[in-house]
């Protein structure tokens, strides 16, 4: 018996997420039939987490076991070969016996980006949310350090969410902008990042929202110390559109995945 | 009576190309619509050239004629608001009645994009080739620097097509490669760039075809003359696919419409 790590680029606008759900299109469901085709074998496959409808990947990970012979260099083209041209396996490696890509991972991180302009990137209108008035990016800098540390994180999650435990911890919170055509203040292709030890339901895209409001003016970047602590998801501001979200990477004992 | 300019970004995935045609889905059909519930106007544009199926536009103008008493500051977010999200109007402008989108274009530039790396960019998977292999990058540059100067270009179109006269003049063709993901030599996301007087059909996407084979060391840069003397389509190599080709920009009496 091999288990078989890879690493897994999708675009999910097409899919109705990532778990396999019975009569839908799903990323997980393509892959489970890539290797299927592959192998002949039935197998299921474990994720670093699901994502929801319409989010992507840029480096998602999964394992699965298998008796398959197949040399581990052929894995990656082979994939490749019988997946859509939205879902793209960039990496596969052999994993040790108890590999597990979602208790094993140790880090998440991330990606909500926001394009503060005044028209849309038509090129990139499926991966951003796009925000035509300014957003003050230095208040969104300084709102998202906030979240750095270990928090409960219930105000940023779904009340439908069941875990144990709402405390998580972010390693680091961070602002990336990239110049996107006009020199006015405010504008740009505006990055949240957010690394850590786990997410709750829908948190990445409610901190989103929580931080456009913040970018509005509609927040203090101090206000966000406060929505923590009152435990309620009616304090934080509306979650983000889907679409704008992105897992960015998964990190197993200090190394990227992707 | 006014005569209103427009520039215009398109993704033509979802389109069999620019011109209407009647029965199909087509990015002027879009247009010519929009203006219609916008001024209960039948009207029919004007635009700068027409793009295959799958074809893209950062910079497309046309222009029409409208009785229409709507403020030219209103027309970008009017039409917007009436046109699919693959669809953007870019910028508004009163012309003076005799400006014509197509007969009053001086120069068009027109960029392909291919991505010489092993595993595709799922993002921009519908707007660039994917060329597995890597790519002589600076035999490509010297190849595409003989289309310079004015040429009979029979040679780099379809024998369909119906011009009176295959001379056309290339002001600038050149090479820009952006660096995407790894150092290896002949990698990278390269885009070819043709600025002309004018286009003959498909002439872009053969001369990319061309470069290719440039690239892949299957022709050498100093064949390229002689290819153009032949005037005779077998001597070139193969057409590109459409959906690397994106419609960079129209310039009207030296002012970029963009």
């Not at 540390?149 to 902008?177: A, L, M």
């Amino acid at each position: 018996m091999r288990n078989i790590g890879m690493t897994v680029s999708y675009d999910g606008t097409a899919y109705s997420g990532f778990q396999r759900q019975p009569d839908q299109d799903t990323v997980q469901g393509r892959i489970e039939a890539a290797i299927t085709k592959l192998t002949s074998d039935q197998i299921t496959i474990s994720a670093s987490g699901r994502t929801d409808a319409g989010v992507h990947a840029r480096g998602q990970v999964f394992n699965f076991h298998t008796t398959s012979a197949i040399p581990i260099e052929r894995w990656v083209l082979a994939m490749n070969s019988r997946l859509p041209n939205d879902i793209v396996v960039q990496e596969a490696w052999e994993a040790p016996l108890d590999f597990h890509a979602r208790y094993s991972a140790k880090v998440k991180t991330y990606r909500y980006t926001i394009l503060a302009e005044r028209n849309p990137d038509l090129f990139r209108r499926l991966y951003e949310f796009h925000h035509p008035r300014p957003l003050d990016i230095e208040a969104m800098r300084r709102g998202i350090a906030y979240l750095e540390g270990e928090h409960d994180f219930t105000s940023f999650t779904s009340p439908k969410s069941t875990k144990q435990s709402n405390v998580r911890t972010i390693f680091r919170s961070w602002v990336e902008v990239e110049h996107a055509g006009s020199d006015e203040a405010g504008r740009g292709r505006i990055h949240l990042f957010l690394k850590g030890n786990g997410f709750l339901y829908n948190m990445v895209r409610i901190i989103a929202g929580t931080m456009m409001w913040v970018g509005e003016g509609k927040l203090r970047p101090e206000d966000i110390p406060a929505i923590m602590k009152t435990h309620h998801r009616d304090a934080a501001g509306p979650m983000a559109v889907a679409h704008g979200l992105l897992l960015w990477s998964v990190e197993y004992d200090g190394e990227e995945r992707i």
